[in-house]
């Protein structure tokens, strides 16, 4: 499964926001409902269906957890996750400490992200729009660069 497309969302007073239907019909009809809401690894928050955060956990916790690093990632990645669930309207609350931190008030943006859904201010996502798209090309060829098939010889 893999989530793209970008969508604008504004939330009301209490933190809620309306998830587009465009998106909710890229995961799996049983996985519509239940999430779990975190920090991102960038100034944003992360949103995975349930289903995807036990597999984080999952491959998480495959790896030694008697090396004080893999200890750390686990806490960290782990450290004010909430569990969050659709109310009978489609819209999801975004819990205030995790609203705080990714500076999201009313204006939101949602980009699907892999397995995940990432949930930024608007501030910040054109910020790091305006960072990046004009980077676009040498970024892509740093990271894709090496991905092209060997061309096979003429038989």
Partial sequence: MFIFGEFECKADAKGRFLM????????P???????????????????????????????????????????????????????????????????????????????????GSGNKIEIWSQARFEAQLQDHLPRLADISERVMGGTRPTPTPDA
């Fill in 20 to 27: 587009p239907a465009a998106l909710l019909k890229q995961l």
């Fill in 29 to 111: 009809e049983d996985e519509r409902q239940s999430f779990v809401i975190n920090r991102g690894l960038d100034d944003c928050l992360a949103l995975y269906p349930e289903k995807v955060w036990q597999e984080e956990l999952t491959k998480i916790y495959s790896q030694n957890q008697f090396v004080a690093e893999n200890r750390t990632f686990a806490r960290l990645f782990q450290a004010g996750a909430v569990p969050v669930s659709l109310d009978g309207s489609n819209r999801l609350l975004v819990p205030k400490k995790l609203a705080e931190h990714a500076s999201i008030e009313k204006e939101l943006v949602l980009i």
